[in-house]
């Protein structure tokens, strides 16, 4: 158990971005006893580490868990300006999250096996992401029709999903398999749903694509060849644009994007792409755009009207609840909200 709560201390502080001195004044210890708590050496006593809980954020049964997830590798898309120190507390809030949904899919005896079709694929050059694209829409029996939840497609396909608020614009998303066995996503909750649509398939190209050292452009650039061909398939955007244009109108780019939930900016891009439009007309759109702020701002607006956000994880705490699995308690722990939530949300039915 010593161990069990060094291991949370050490991690709680790194959630908070907090130094052992800033623990130490808060408990009114000193900084090398805070060392020892960390190091299973010494164990707070049950005032201090309510105190400690406090402070993390969390309730008192974190110190007590047992369930630990190990993240596999994690590469932030934007580590300029993502700091070391807030990747470590993204990287904790994560793990949080996902030893209790673990740990919740375990006591309901839920354990999904996860298959990548595109494994295999070979992938030499950017142009390869258009047949794995039609390989994994075929195998997700989605066809080239448009997909107006994401995220219900990510989890119906064991794929786990994770929306955050409150982390900042620096962070766009994030990919990995935890304990080497279970794929997830993580994604800014914040941004408009066309940017999280493209995020979450982005980061599903991290997961699933196979890039041989001698593939030809970077990793990021075959994720978003992967992310726009999925969204906007090649076969739909000839279908719906034609053939090549000398001009391309706002009402059409305002319904496609209504239609398929891709930016107009990915939808321009993608035009450039299979060669609707010319380099030279995508150079004079964004040039357009740079120096007309009304026209900018219009093109930016975000329209696709089905919301992206996972709720399974909730689903299954209260799934547990009603099945006598776990506690009310614990489910209000789960959920972070108070026991008299969970009895009123119980209750409706």
């Not at 992938?123 to 080239?144: F, M």
């Not at 239609?259 to 891009?269: D, F, H, N, R, V």
């Not at 010319?278 to 696709?304: C, D, H, M, V, W």
Request: net charge positive.
């Amino acid at each position: 158990m010593k161990k069990i709560i060094a291991y949370r201390i050490k991690n709680g502080r790194k959630l908070r971005l907090l130094s052992q001195q800033e623990v130490a004044d808060e408990l009114g210890v000193s900084k090398q006893m805070v060392s020892k708590y960390e190091k299973g050496v010494s164990v707070p006593d049950s005032s201090k580490l309510i105190r400690l809980a406090s402070l993390f954020g969390q309730k008192t049964d974190y110190f007590f868990r047992a369930y630990q997830v190990e993240l596999g590798e994690v590469n932030f898309r934007k580590k300029s300006k993502f700091s070391r120190k807030h990747q470590d507390a993204l990287k904790e809030r994560i793990k949080i999250k996902l030893e209790n949904y673990l740990w919740l899919e375990e006591t309901l005896s839920i354990d999904y096996s996860f298959d990548n079709i595109l494994e295999k694929e070979k992938i030499k050059s950017i142009q390869d992401i258009e047949k794995v694209v039609a390989k994994l829409r075929k195998h997700w029996d989605i066809g080239t029709d448009p997909v107006h939840n994401i995220i219900q497609i990510l989890e119906d396909n064991h794929i786990k999903v994770i929306d955050l608020d409150d982390v900042g614009s620096e962070f766009d998303g994030l990919a990995c398999f935890v304990n080497d066995k279970y794929p997830v996503i993580v994604v800014n909750n914040s941004f408009s749903v066309e940017r999280k649509r493209f995020t979450l398939l982005h980061e599903l190209g991290h997961l699933l694509l196979n890039l041989p050292d001698g593939a030809i452009g970077s990793k990021e650039e075959f994720c978003d060849k992967f992310a726009a061909e999925f969204l906007l398939p090649k076969k739909i955007i000839i279908q719906e644009f034609g053939g090549k244009r000398k001009h391309i109108t706002l009402p059409e780019l305002i319904a496609t994007q209504k239609k398929y939930g891709i930016s107009i900016l990915a939808i321009i891009e993608r035009l450039a792409d299979v060669q609707i439009l010319s380099q030279t007309q995508l150079k004079a759109f964004y040039q357009k755009i740079n120096f007309n702020p009304s026209l900018k701002k219009e093109i930016n607006l975000s329209r696709f009207e089905t919301p992206e956000f996972s709720d399974r994880y909730k689903n299954l705490v209260y799934r547990a609840v009603s099945e006598e699995s776990i506690s009310i308690s614990k489910a209000s722990s789960l959920l972070n909200i108070n026991v008299n939530t969970v009895r009123e949300n119980l209750n409706m039915l």
